[in-house]
T-cell receptor, first 116, second 114 residues
């Protein structure tokens, strides 16, 4: 069965540090990839997504993610984090044609804490 | 102001009682979803509906039921058969059922079984 792994459960960084959150998925075919973010007290919202084309995807608030097909990875990056980036981050995968078209599989999430 | 509303925000129930969580959207989206979020487990799909009067079981449907009588509404009932119902429940919608469609989430309902 398809699955998504986020190995970092809790990441603590200081402001201005660089960020990379890992995401690996298990499926050998075509996938659609997403990163969602849940800020404290707010709705879960889309950060960025990849369907095809340039494997380096840019999202909101300076985030980007790189799809590396050979590594089954879609890591999230930000060169310099801010205190306002404190949130929980979820990687998600959707396999076209799998069961039902809009079924997304979420990873377990990574909690990011930024020290001011 | 378009979006997804879930009510109530907090819900308490006694063991053995059924409880219904509300989810309404005014985005004119075809597809709607219910997820359960537990610490360290991410989001797990309970049920989803791609069109009115149709819905499908997700990965953890046992002990839950849904209905989709109107496009904008997708209520979830947590029945007494659900063994561990205390959790945070999220409702979402997407414009269609396409694999590339973004899902939009509501604020969630935290259910506690006493």
């Amino acid at each position: 069965a398809q699955s998504v792994s986020q190995h970092n459960h809790h990441v603590i960084l200081s402001e201005a540090a660089s960020l990379e959150l890992g995401c690996n998925y298990s499926y050998g075919g075509t996938v659609n990839l997403f990163w969602y973010v849940q800020y404290p007290g707010q709705h879960l919202q889309l950060l960025l997504k990849y369907f095809s084309g340039d494997p380096l995807v840019k999202g909101i608030k300076g985030f980007e993610a790189e799809f590396i097909k050979s590594k089954f990875s879609f890591n999230l990056r930000k060169p310099s984090v801010q205190w306002s980036d404190t949130a929980e981050y979820f990687c998600a995968v959707n396999v076209p044609g799998y069961s039902s078209a809009s079924k997304i599989i979420f990873g377990s999430g990574t909690r990011l804490s930024i020290r001011p | 102001d378009g979006g997804i509303t879930q009510s109530p925000k907090y819900l308490f129930r006694k063991e053995g009682q059924n409880v219904t969580l509300s989810c309404e959207q005014n985005l004119n989206h075809d597809a709607m979803y219910w997820y359960r979020q537990d610490p360290g487990q991410g989001l797990r799909l309970i049920y989803y509906s791609q069109i009115v009067n149709d819905f499908q079981k997700g990965d953890i449907a046992e002990g839950y039921s849904v209905s989709r009588e109107k496009k904008e509404s997708f209520p979830l009932t947590v029945t007494s058969a659900q063994k561990n119902p205390t959790a945070f429940y999220l409702c979402a919608s997407s414009i269609h059922r396409g694999a590339t469609d973004t899902q939009y989430f509501g604020p969630g309902t935290r259910l506690t079984v006493l």
